[in-house]
């Protein structure tokens, strides 16, 4: 059975950072393509970040252009987790954030875990 278990949301101040994590179970990130979305009240989900491993080593990491040089994604194949480390927040970026990956084909979506950027 797949789970993704996100974690690591919380308020913070604008111009702060944040570090959001998710463990995978019953898949493992590395063997295909891991991303990061969210989505605010009353719009559409929005890529984030995403992260897949490259044939001779490394990976192909992309960011949407609203997170582009402040957000990193990162992956731990060891512990089998991704992670989000989010800096210079901004009101904007507060959001459900999302971790998905894929398994044969399948998407599969962890719960959320609700960022709020606010002073």
């Known amino acids: 059975q797949v789970q993704l278990v996100e974690s690591g949301g919380g308020l913070v101040q604008p111009g702060g950072s944040l570090s959001l994590s998710c463990v995978g179970s019953?898949?493992?990130?590395?063997?295909?393509?891991a991303r990061w979305y969210r989505q605010a009240p009353g719009k559409e989900r929005e890529l984030v970040a995403s992260?897949?491993?490259?044939?001779?080593?490394?990976?192909?990491?992309n960011y949407g252009d609203s997170v582009r040089g402040r957000f990193t994604v990162s992956r731990d194949d060891a512990r089998n987790t991704l992670t989000l480390q989010m800096n210079s927040l901004r009101p904007e970026d507060a959001a459900v954030y999302y971790c998905?990956?894929?398994?044969?084909?399948?998407?599969?979506w962890g719960q959320g875990t609700q960022v709020a950027v606010s002073s």
């Open positions: 992260i897949a491993s490259a044939a001779g080593g490394g990976n192909f990491i």
């Open positions: 019953g898949l493992t990130f590395r063997d295909d393509v």
């Open positions: 998905m990956a894929r398994l044969l084909n399948t998407d599969y």
